[in-house]
């Protein structure tokens, strides 16, 4: 089953880090855009960050920007969310995803079963 794999989550307090690793079973991510999500209890599923395929284009939602980074090794076949100053409203199950050939692509494919993050003190 072609799926992408989410690994790294975990209960941290507010103002600390969390790096998140997104790794695929089946295929090779090298040619996609590779986006994270997250989803919070009651919440619609909200796209955090993407990189394009070869990592040159990064985008953010406004509510990470200068918190998180997306980054990836084509060679490792891996893509990875850094998280920095987590906030109790960073708390969600986060996703990643194949968006596309393009960050502008609107597309969720491959999504794995998340990792959670909770930020409380």
């Known amino acids: 089953q072609l799926q992408l794999v989410e690994s790294g989550g975990g209960l941290v307090q507010p103002g600390e880090s969390l790096k998140l690793s997104c790794r695929p079973s089946?295929?090779?991510?090298?040619?996609?855009?590779i986006g994270w999500f997250r989803q919070a209890p009651g919440k619609e599923r909200e796209g955090v960050a993407c990189?394009?395929?070869?990592?040159?284009?990064?985008l953010y939602a406004d509510s990470v920007k200068d918190r998180f980074a997306i980054s990836r090794d084509n060679a490792q076949n891996t893509v990875w969310l850094q998280m920095s100053d987590l906030k109790p409203e960073d708390t969600a199950v986060y996703y990643c995803?194949?968006?596309?050939?393009?960050?502008?692509?609107?597309?969720?494919?491959?999504g794995g079963r998340g990792t959670q993050v909770t930020v409380s003190s």
């Open positions: 990189i394009s395929s070869t990592g040159g284009l990064t």
């Open positions: 089946g295929f090779s991510l090298e040619f996609y855009a």
């Open positions: 995803a194949k968006q596309g050939y393009s960050c502008r692509d609107q597309g969720y494919e491959y």
